[in-house]
């Protein structure tokens, strides 16, 4: 467990810092993890029993971040945590903007699932619906499906500008410089802030965030809003990324934390929300006994 906790903390410090590929991490570990509490809150009960049933011993929360952790070792999973819309894009396309998997051809029989975040919820979807699959292999679906719908909501997994922000330096809250969990300093950079920047400035603890979200949720009704689709909610992503771009050695000071702040807040519920319908969609029946 600590071993994993060290692991999770390096890869959080390496992608903020730009050390590692695009993209690693959406919303750092807490962002994850409210996400998978929002959603198991509203889980029913056959859906909450599958859930049991497939990650027996943890939870939707301390596996929110699995994907990240497991991508260290298989580079392969890296594409499939976001999508790169044009900035001037205003719906998206697939064969614009979701790659095809390496060596395969348009429309040959492997094309039917390529390399986004858009198009691996969808695989992950149907991985985790079909009871006929093996259990361990419909486990980790349900992990990917977790993380992805988790990053598909961070407004910078779905903007292709400056690797999704990520060669953006920015000032964050007066400092070049911004620090991991272990407290190694590396310059700040725009994705990184959205990752993890923005929620530490909150300084909530997971229950404090949990009931603010829970507060918001019912005072706007999101609850009761259309689920929508991946495309959908990348369109979203995309418009909320074009309004948070800043110039390379721009200020994220308070001005910029509080105008941003209800879409950080909007973002975090309603990927719990979406996430919560799609495994209710993809468990309405009780596991075996």
């Not at 300093?185 to 990184?192: D, E, I, R, T, V």
């Not at 802030?193 to 404090?208: F, I, K, N, P, T």
Request: net charge neutral; glycine share 8%.
């Amino acid at each position: 467990m600590m071993r994993t906790r060290n692991l999770a903390a390096l890869i959080a410090c390496l992608a903020m810092g730009g050390l590692l590929s695009e993209h690693l991490q959406a919303w750092g570990v807490q962002g994850h993890r409210l996400v998978a509490l929002v959603a198991t809150a509203r889980l029913t009960p056959a859906a909450r029993a599958n859930v049991e049933w497939l990650l027996p011993d943890t939870t939707l929360a301390e596996v929110a971040s699995w994907a990240d952790d497991h991508r260290v070792d298989h580079n392969a999973t890296g594409p499939w945590h976001f999508v790169n819309l044009p900035l001037d894009a205003t719906r998206y396309e697939r064969d614009r903007d979701c790659p095809r998997q390496p060596g395969v051809s348009a429309g040959s029989r492997g094309d039917r699932w390529r390399d986004c975040v858009v198009d691996r919820i969808l695989y992950n979807q149907q991985r985790l619906a079909d009871t006929s699959a093996d259990r361990a292999d419909r486990a980790v679906a349900l992990k990917f499906l977790v993380h992805f719908i988790g990053d598909l909501h961070q407004p910078f997994h779905a903007l292709e500008t400056a690797r999704g922000g990520n060669g953006i330096p920015v000032i964050a809250f007066g400092s070049p410089e911004c620090r991991g969990t272990a407290g190694a300093a590396f310059p700040c950079q725009l994705h990184g802030v959205w990752d993890s920047g923005l929620l530490a400035h909150r300084e909530l603890s997971d229950a404090q965030y949990m009931a603010e979200l829970s507060r918001q949720i019912m005072a706007n009704g999101w609850d009761t809003q259309p689920v929508g689709t991946p495309d959908a909610w990348a369109i979203e992503s995309h418009g909320l990324a074009k309004a948070a771009l800043l110039p390379a050695k721009g200020e994220v000071n308070e001005a910029y934390y509080r105008a941003h702040l209800p879409a950080l807040d909007r973002r975090l519920a309603r990927a719990g929300l979406r996430l919560a319908a799609v495994l209710n969609q993809s468990l309405p029946r009780l596991p075996p006994r």
